[in-house]
């Protein structure tokens, strides 16, 4: 254990080096800044606390929709303008939605940063929505939904996973939303959404990178400093009922290859960052699969050999009610019967006789070390402190990580495997393969058919 | 004005280039290895690539995916450690061993912390891997078994399935041609003496080239350089790693699988550039505007914002040590398939033909050279720059001259490019889905 002290010292030592600066505008703005002098560029994202987990039924992916829409266009900028102004000044944007949030971002030269505030707070105003442009981006997202999620059999299945365990929260849609949703909606429900949503008070702005906390205060004052806020609807709690039995569904699609999601209600980190639980599970997904040499690697994989993949996956951090999900493929020969319960049984071994030191002190080491790598990537470090803001968390916990995944003990983990990887809080999902048939034979089609 | 805007935004580049690239040295070894180092001491940290020509090319005709399964299996025991083993002592400091292969090269890469006691305990796992694999024909075997499911699954992907098209097609042939890992029937029946007889021919001292990023001395980097290739083999002579060039498509060519997806993945192109060639800035400041540029490029503009009909299009020259391909990649809806095909044949035919406006040549540059920064920001962006540039030979100065050249690029050397090395007449297209057949 002397080992792991010392190099907790070190990294203490190198996060001094990058300090956190946070404040408020006078409209309720949030701003963080992240000190990165390695390079001299800069990331600023903008973080609306606004995703699926807000939305209704009828009008599910509503966020995504807006999150395109934001890029046609104000009176200032007109459509088209936002990324060729920043393509001009030789940066990078893009933005992302999920459940929780969505994101929009901008990677420039260091000196260039005010660019991207202006153009932010302009279309977080402004914003010009017209329906022609509407009309054709509508299509654009329902080939995005193609083909990140109907043509994707794994995708399809997390679909219908997530729609199955959870009966009432809205973490039970997808993201992009239900097809048929994408297809109806209309420019005046999405014109609402913004209206509704986009306040500056509902935003936390990351910035990261050769910057001083001084500057980015100006500008942040400048840009956004007069935008006016307003009220933000009440945001009720959502509490999923509990789930009293085990539950499965079947995904068939056409792929070789069958496929098994598993998922268990487990508590994200929610506001209290000393809630030793979902540090506990995060170790525990460690314990179950970080490479070769962890239980799944080593006794799926290589000793039983039921297993071709597995993984184990905890997200830790989530505003709502959280999962714990294990996948995989089985071996050629074995059934998704056959892996599913080779994985209950090696959860049950956890639950029953707990881990070992050294399992324990692996999985520290690496989150220790990851701890490090994450701060070569000026990006990732302004991700971690979006996300902690959005749920709720203070930014500093970031820095805290190491010290809350040093603090979790053997018997932490067996408890939390224990309490919450139960058969009653488990739905499992799996992809029956189904053949195709080549039907090229035909005589070639005219191409004007085709029209 | 534009020659001014130019300058202007060169200039402030240049400035910040300087700073944000990290000077690099290299040297070679008494056993010809060529060893590229950025010491860089902000983060305890070091990042190491050690490449050699062990590609998918040089796979022997009769054994495609050798390449692939030889260096998969690199890591799967080796130095009289087990696979568990290894994949514990590598946990145990938090580091990480990687692997990456393509035609012509084979890396393995390590990410580690900086303290001596990690670092050291990764460099010895490390080296066991390059010098020492085991080859064990009992953990071939799982292996095999692991790798054939994973191929069986990309075998229902279209989006894989037309990109295996696409090769085959583009490079027919050559030995750029076939699945970089085989296919499945291949993988069965590669055996432990083929991957030790390829490991011993392809990963040789003298062929090896080694970079680092990190935390690290020139004299620390050495002891490093010396460790990781001391139990090489040297190349047997007569051994030659030389690949033949790639040659030229004498007709058009239509292929369409038929899969029952909610869209038509299409993919068209060519043999493009090979690493070096002096067209290379040309082409790659032209296909900023063609399709390399995002929501700069025409692609983008016309068949996604104009006519809603992908959400991802874009082209790109993939330079290899022979000609690698030209790219353009999309997908449709199914009954969108034959317009959004010709909307693409009619955009490239047509900047084949006329090239670029003045406008967009200026914007492509702006965004290219003041993006420039943005490429070497991170340690691990750094050490794929100098792996790419000491594995190829590149010049020593390749990343000042890339904003310089780039500034020179004209509109007319983009035209005389793009005509030199694509053929709108002679372009492979693959199509997969569940389109009616197309002409």
Redesign the interface.
């Known amino acids: 254990m002397k080992k792991w002290l010392a190099v907790v010292l070190a990294c203490q030592a190198t996060s001094a080096l990058a300090g956190i600066t946070q404040f408020e505008l006078g409209n309720g703005m949030h701003v963080i800044v992240q000190e990165d002098h390695r390079s001299p560029v800069v990331v600023s994202q903008l973080w609306y606390r606004v995703g699926s987990i807000d939305e209704e039924n009828g009008t599910t992916g509503i966020s995504h929709m807006l999150e395109h829409m934001m890029f046609k266009g104000t009176k200032d900028v007109p459509d088209g303008e936002f990324s060729r102004l920043i393509a001009a000044a030789g940066g990078r944007e893009n933005a992302m939605t999920n459940q929780d949030y969505t994101v929009y971002f901008e990677q420039l030269q260091k000196d260039r940063l005010a660019l991207a505030f202006r153009l932010e707070a302009d279309r977080m105003q402004h914003l010009d929505l017209a329906e022609e442009g509407f009309r054709k981006e509508n299509q654009v997202v329902m080939e995005e939904r193609r083909m990140r999620t109907e043509d994707q059999p794994q995708a399809l299945v997390y679909e219908n996973l997530m729609a199955t365990t959870f009966e009432a929260n809205p973490y039970r849609r997808p993201v992009i939303g239900w097809m048929d949703d994408i297809r109806h909606l209309t420019l005046d429900e999405v014109r609402q959404w913004y209206q509704r949503w986009y306040t500056p008070d509902n935003v936390t702005l990351v910035v990261a990178g050769d910057v001083s906390p001084d500057d980015v205060r100006k500008l942040a004052n400048q840009y956004f400093g007069a935008i006016p806020a307003h009220p933000l609807p009440v945001r009720k709690e959502q509490t999923e009922p509990e789930q009293t039995g085990i539950k499965r569904i079947v995904v068939k699609a056409p792929a070789k290859v069958p496929y098994l999601l598993m998922a268990w209600h487990a508590p994200y980190l929610h506001q209290n960052a000393n809630d030793w639980q979902p540090w506990a599970l995060k170790v525990l997904s460690g314990v179950l699969d970080s490479g070769a040499g962890s239980r799944f690697g080593r006794v799926l994989v290589r000793e039983q050999q039921v297993a071709s993949e597995v993984g184990a996956e905890y997200d830790l951090l989530g505003r709502g009610p959280g999962l714990f999900v294990v996948d995989g493929t089985p071996s050629a020969g074995k059934t998704v019967t056959d892996l599913e319960t080779a994985i209950r049984a090696q959860i049950a071994d956890v639950a029953k006789n707990g881990i070992r030191e050294d399992e324990l002190a692996r999985v520290k080491a690496q989150v220790i070390a990851n701890n490090v790598y994450q701060r070569d990537s000026v990006f990732y470090q302004a991700m971690l402190l979006g996300q902690f803001a959005t749920v709720g968390l203070p930014a500093t916990e970031v820095d805290r990580v190491v010290d809350h995944v040093s603090a979790v003990t053997a018997a932490q983990v067996q408890e939390v495997a224990r309490r919450y990887l139960v058969d009653d809080q488990l739905t499992v999902a799996t992809l029956d393969p189904q053949p195709w048939n080549n039907h090229h034979d035909a005589p070639p089609v005219d191409m004007h058919q085709l029209r | 004005m534009n020659m001014q805007k130019i300058g202007l935004?060169l200039g402030?580049?240049w400035s910040?280039a300087v700073?944000?690239a990290t000077p690099f040295t290299h040297w070679q070894l008494p056993g010809g290895t060529e060893v590229w180092l950025a010491e860089?001491h902000?983060?305890?940290?070091l990042d190491i690539s050690v490449s050699f020509p062990a590609g998918s090319a040089f796979d022997p005709a009769d054994k495609p995916g050798l390449a692939s399964l030889t260096q998969r299996m690199l890591d799967?025991g080796a130095g009289g450690m087990t696979?568990?083993?290894?994949?514990?002592r590598?946990?145990?400091?938090?580091?990480?061993l990687g692997m990456e292969l393509d035609a012509d090269r084979a890396s393995v890469t390590l990410?580690?912390?900086s303290?001596p006691?990690?670092e050291q305990s990764a460099l010895a796992v490390m080296s066991a891997v390059l010098a020492h694999p085991a080859f064990d024909a009992s953990v071939l075997q799982?292996e095999k078994?692991?790798l054939?499911?994973?191929l069986?699954?990309e075998?229902?992907e279209?989006q894989m399935m037309a990109a295996f098209a696409f090769q085959s097609a583009v490079f027919a042939g050559h030995p750029y041609a076939h699945r970089t890992s085989g296919d499945v029937g291949d993988v069965e029946k590669l055996d432990a003496g083929a991957l030790r007889q390829f490991w011993q021919t392809h990963y040789t001292q003298d062929h090896a080239v080694i970079a680092m990023v990190g935390d690290v001395t020139r004299e620390q980097a050495n002891a490093i350089a010396t460790r990781l290739v001391s139990g090489l083999p040297a190349t047997a002579p007569g051994v030659s790693v030389a690949i033949p060039p790639v040659p030229s498509l004498t007709a058009p060519e239509l292929r369409?699988?038929?899969?029952?997806?909610?869209?038509s993945q299409i993919l068209i192109g060519q043999p493009g550039v090979k690493r070096g060639d002096p067209d290379y800035y040309a082409l790659y400041v032209g296909n900023y505007v063609l399709g390399g540029?995002?929501?700069?490029s025409r692609l983008m503009?016309d068949v996604?914002?104009?006519?809603?009909?992908?959400?991802?299009v874009y082209s790109y020259f993939m330079p290899m040590q022979q000609a690698g391909a030209f790219q353009i990649g999309l997908?449709?809806?199914t009954?969108e398939?034959?317009?959004a095909l010709q909307a693409v044949r009619s955009i490239l035919r047509d900047f084949v033909q006329n090239g670029v406006t003045a406008a967009e040549l200026t914007?492509a540059k702006?965004?290219?050279?003041?993006?420039?920064?943005?490429r070497?920001?991170?340690?691990?962006k750094q050490l794929e720059y100098l792996s790419m540039i000491a594995y190829y030979h590149l010049p020593a100065d390749y990343l000042e001259q890339f904003p310089r050249q780039v500034a020179k690029v004209t509109a007319q050397q983009i035209r005389q490019a793009f005509r030199r090395h694509l053929d709108p007449d002679h372009m492979v297209t693959v199509v997969v889905g569940d389109?009616?057949?197309?002409?």
């Not at chain 2, 902000?42 to 940290?45: D, I, N, S, T």
């Not at chain 2, 590598?90 to 990480?96: N, P, T």
């Not at chain 2, 369409?256 to 869209?263: D, G, L, M, R, V």
């Not at chain 2, 070497?376 to 691990?380: A, E, G, K, L, V």
């Open positions: 935004a402030l580049m910040s700073f944000a860089t902000q983060l305890p940290m799967q696979d568990v083993q290894i994949a514990d590598l946990a145990d400091g938090g580091a990480q990410r580690t912390l303290r006691e990690q799982r078994a692991r054939e499911e994973a069986k699954e075998d229902a279209p369409q699988i038929s899969f029952p997806s909610k869209q540029g995002g929501f700069d503009k996604r914002e104009k006519q809603g009909l992908a959400y991802s997908q449709t809806r009954q398939t034959a317009t914007q702006d965004s290219i050279i003041g993006g420039f920064p943005l070497i920001d991170s340690n691990r389109a009616p057949a197309l002409k």
